[in-house]
Structures are given as structure tokens and as C-alpha cells.
């Protein structure tokens, strides 16, 4: 049934945003941000990847991300898992 109201609307796309694993839009931006580094080593992905999220992500979002990749366990991308990791050091 297609969305009624604004709200309806808006829940309809946060829902039609997560992907098969069930994941929130911090994983899947992250996930699309790890693509733009398949080609270079997966050390040096993860730290760009990592570095993107500190230098342009709002706290909580980062927050989500760390969350939902603790969550996901192996079916999260391993580029993300490694960014994720490095942030999750670097704040603590």
C-alpha cells in the first residue's frame, strides 16, 4: 500500500533503505564508501575509509555504524569492519 502521509512517506523510505542484511543507512553509506577503495591495498582502504568517517560524520552516526557492525558479525562488508575497528580504537 503506497504511503498516505508525510510521515508515511518518510517511514516508507527509512525502510526502503535498508539493505538484505537489514542494515541502516551508516552501513549501507559506509558500504558505498568502501567500494570507492576496492583497488588499493584493504589496510590502507580501511584507514581512508575510517578517516572519511571521523573527518565528516556526525558522532551519532558514527555511533550507528560502530553498533550495526557489531551486529552484522561477518555478513558486514570487511573493509567497513576494518574502518570501523580503527574508529572504534581511535576513540577509546
Avoid at 14 to 19: A, H, K, P, Q, V
Amino acid at each position: 500500500m503506497p504511503p498516505q502521509s508525510a510521515i508515511d512517506s518518510i517511514l516508507w523510505l527509512y525502510r526502503g533503505s535498508r539493505t538484505k542484511m537489514g542494515s541502516l543507512p551508516a552501513m549501507r553509506l559506509a558500504t558505498e564508501i568502501a567500494a570507492q577503495f576496492r583497488h588499493i591495498p584493504p589496510d590502507a582502504a580501511a584507514a581512508t575509509i575510517a578517516d572519511h568517517i571521523r573527518k565528516f560524520w556526525e558522532p551519532r552516526l558514527r555511533a550507528q555504524l560502530l553498533e550495526q557492525v557489531a551486529r552484522a558479525g561477518a555478513g558486514c562488508d570487511p573493509h567497513v569492519a576494518a574502518a570501523a575497528d580503527i574508529l572504534a580504537n581511535s576513540a577509546s
